[in-house]
Nanobody, 121 residues
Framework: VQLQASGGGLVQAGDSLRLSCAAS????IGWFRQAPGEDRDFVAA????????NIADSVKGRFTVSRDNTQNKVFLQMNALRPEDSAVYYC???????????????????WGQGTQVTVSS
């Protein structure tokens, strides 16, 4: 699977951004983020059909995940951004059947290059 995340940038608190992940295969896609000196944290995941989604509690109500398989793209819509959302955001792909594993970075088979999101206060 080939993955490429894009759409990051510098925004102000309260703004919105939409990240895109170009995914070449029929994989579950997860979004993770990593701030300097921190672990890579789960943000959201979506199954191949889009029927299943999982959103981290820390962003629930502000972030949504969706996909358009006709474009081979997965989207992370981020609203009401906060300075603590600043991080490098990565998309990852996995061929496993959907389950609770989606929050675990090691369960993914491939990772794309990250895209930087910076939220100023």
């Amino acid at each position: 699977v080939q993955l490429q995340a894009s759409g990051g940038g510098l925004v102000q608190a309260g703004d919105s951004l939409r990240l895109s992940c170009a995914a070449s295969d029929e994989y579950t896609i997860g979004w993770f983020r990593q701030a300097p000196g921190e672990d890579r944290d789960f943000v959201a995941a979506i199954s191949w059909t889009g029927a299943n989604t999982n959103i981290a509690d820390s962003v629930k109500g502000r972030f949504t995940v969706s996909r358009d398989n006709t474009q081979n793209k997965v989207f992370l819509q981020m609203n009401a951004l906060r300075p603590e959302d600043s991080a490098v955001y990565y998309c990852a792909g996995a061929s496993r059947v959907w389950g609770t594993w989606t929050v675990v970075p090691d369960k993914y088979d491939a990772w794309g290059q990250g895209t930087q999101v910076t939220v100023s206060s």
